[in-house]
C-alpha cells in the first residue's frame, strides 16, 4: 500500500492554516507543505512529483484555472488535480472541471470531503483503479433480457453493488427503464431527479453540474440514475442525443457504469448501448419461454454484434429446473456457451429488495451473494491479483467465509465448461 504524495495551494492565511492542520494529520499521505503563491506551487511540483494537488481557487479563479490547465498538460509528470473554492455555484465548478480539476469541494465547509476524497483516489490507487499513464474512461456492462420475470434487475443491482464493495471505484447503475423502472423501488431510494426530466432540455444546457442531479446514492457506496420516478411522470423519451450526452458524463466520471436496459424492448436505445458497451449480461431463467426468447435474442445478435463481448447468465438456477439440461445441452440448444449460473434463492432476493439492500449485505454467507461478487468481478474485468487483494482486506469470520477456493461452485465460467 503506498501512501498518496500531496501538495496544496491556498488562496489566504486562513485557508493555508486550515489545510495545513488538516492534511497533516492524516497517516496515508505523504504531505509535502501548503504554499501560497501559484509559481511556487509549480516549482515544488517539479521537485516532488506528486500524486494530488490541492489547488483552492477561491478569489484567483481565472489565475488558478491556468495554473491546473498547465498542470494538467504536463505529461511528464502527471498528477490529479482537487480544486478548492468558498462558494458552491454552477460557474465555479464548470471552471474547475474544464480546467481539469477531478474534484470540487467547498473548502471549508466540507473539511471532511476531502479527507474522503483523498482516501477514495488512494484506494483506487493501490487497486489499479487509476492509471496516470492513460486516463481510460469507465467499463460499461449493460445487463439484458430477452423476457420479463428472468431478474434482469436484480442481477445489474447486485453486479453494480459488488463492484463497487471489490474495488472502491466510482460505479453507477444506470436503470434506462423510462416508464417501469425499478431499481429505485427496490433500493428504497427516493431520487429528485431522474433521466426523464432531463427530456426538455437542450444538450446544449446539459453540462456536468445538471447531470449531477439526477445521481443519487445508495447507502453502500454506489449511485443511481432512475430512468422514472413514477409511471405518471408526464415526460417525453429522451433523444438519442442526449442519452449520449448522459453516458459520455457518466463514463467519463466513473470507473463502472452498469445499465439496467428496459426487458424485451428492441429500440434505438438497446441498440445504441448494446454497441457501444464493453460487456453485455444476457440473463435467462431457466423456464421454457426465457429460454426460448433468449435463444431467438442470440440468432439476431450474431446478425449485428461483437459476440466476444456478449455473457450469457442463466439466473435462477437449480437442480429440479435444470433437470435433464445439462449444461453441454444447454449451450449445443444456444449454439453459444453459458458464461455463468446463479442460484436460485427466491426468498434472499425478496428480502433484500424489501429492505432496499443487496444479497450480500442480508446474507453474505449464500451462494447467491458469492456468484454474485464472483460474476461482477470478472465482467468487471479484475485480475485475480485485485481479486485476492479484496479477499485479504476482508477480516475476522467473513473474510474466512470469503476466501476462494481452486473452483468456483457458484458461477460457472466458460472456461470451465467442457
Not at 427503464?177 to 426538455?200: K, W
Not at 439496467?260 to 423456464?287: C, F, K
Request: aromatic share 6%.
Amino acid at each position: 500500500m503506498q501512501n498518496l504524495k500531496v501538495v496544496a495551494v491556498a488562496s489566504s492565511e486562513e485557508t493555508r492554516s486550515a489545510l495545513y492542520g488538516q492534511l497533516q494529520e492524516l497517516g496515508f499521505i505523504d504531505f509535502e507543505g501548503v504554499l501560497l503563491e501559484l509559481s511556487d506551487t509549480a516549482h515544488q511540483c517539479q521537485k516532488v512529483n506528486p500524486d494530488v494537488i490541492i489547488v483552492d481557487m477561491t478569489g484567483r479563479e481565472l489565475d488558478a484555472g491556468l495554473f491546473m490547465q498547465t498542470i494538467g498538460m504536463n505529461p511528464e509528470h502527471p498528477c490529479t488535480l482537487f480544486a478548492l473554492h468558498n462558494k458552491l455555484d454552477h460557474q465555479t465548478i464548470v471552471d474547475a472541471v474544464q480546467s481539469g480539476a477531478k474534484e470540487f469541494i467547498q473548502y471549508p465547509d466540507e473539511t471532511e470531503k476531502l479527507e474522503q476524497a483523498l482516501r477514495k483516489y488512494l484506494s483506487m490507487i493501490n487497486r489499479g483503479s487509476v492509471s496516470f499513464e492513460s486516463k481510460e474512461k469507465g467499463r460499461l456492462i449493460t445487463v439484458f433480457s430477452a423476457k420479463g420475470g428472468s431478474g434482469c434487475s436484480t442481477v445489474a443491482v447486485n453486479v453494480a453493488h459488488e463492484l463497487r464493495k471489490s474495488t472502491q471505484a466510482p460505479v453507477v447503475l444506470f436503470d434506462l427503464d423510462q416508464v417501469f423502472s425499478n431499481t429505485a423501488v427496490m433500493l428504497n431510494l427516493t431520487p429528485n431527479y431522474s433521466v426523464g426530466d432531463l427530456a426538455d432540455t437542450s444538450t446544449a444546457d446539459i453540462d456536468e453540474n445538471l447531470l449531477k442531479q439526477i445521481l443519487v446514492e445508495h447507502p453502500s457506496g454506489f449511485k443511481v440514475v432512475v430512468g422514472s420516478k413514477n409511471v405518471l411522470d408526464d415526460h417525453e423519451m429522451i433523444s438519442q442525443e442526449l442519452l449520449e450526452h448522459t453516458v459520455d458524463y457518466l463514463v467519463d466520471n466513473h470507473a463502472y457504469v452498469v445499465v439496467d436496459l428496459p426487458t424485451h424492448v428492441l429500440d434505438p436505445y438497446h441498440q445504441y448501448m448494446i454497441e457501444r458497451s464493453d460487456e453485455i449480461l444476457v440473463v435467462s431463467a431457466l423456464d421454457v419461454p426465457g429460454l426460448s426468447r433468449t435463444r431467438q435474442y442470440l440468432d439476431l445478435a450474431r446478425q449485428y454484434l461483437d459476440m466476444a463481448k456478449l455473457k450469457l447468465v442463466l439466473n435462477r438456477w437449480t437442480r429440479k429446473a435444470a433437470f435433464g439440461m445439462s449444461n453441454e445441452s444447454l449451450e449445443a440448444q444456444f449454439n453459444y456457451p453459458i458464461y455463468a449460473r446463479l442460484v436460485n434463492d427466491w426468498d434472499l432476493c425478496v428480502e433484500a429488495s424489501s429492505l432496499g439492500s443487496v444479497a450480500s449485505e442480508v446474507k453474505p454467507n449464500s451462494d447467491l451473494a458469492k456468484g454474485l461478487k464472483e460474476l461482477a468481478e470478472q465482467v468487471g474485468g479484475l485480475t485475480e491479483e485485485e481479486m485476492e487483494s479484496d479477499e485479504k482486506e476482508s477480516s475476522g469470520l467473513l473474510g474466512k467465509l470469503f476466501k476462494k477456493k481452486g473452483s468456483s461452485t457458484h458461477v460457472v465460467r466458460e472456461t470451465e465448461l467442457g
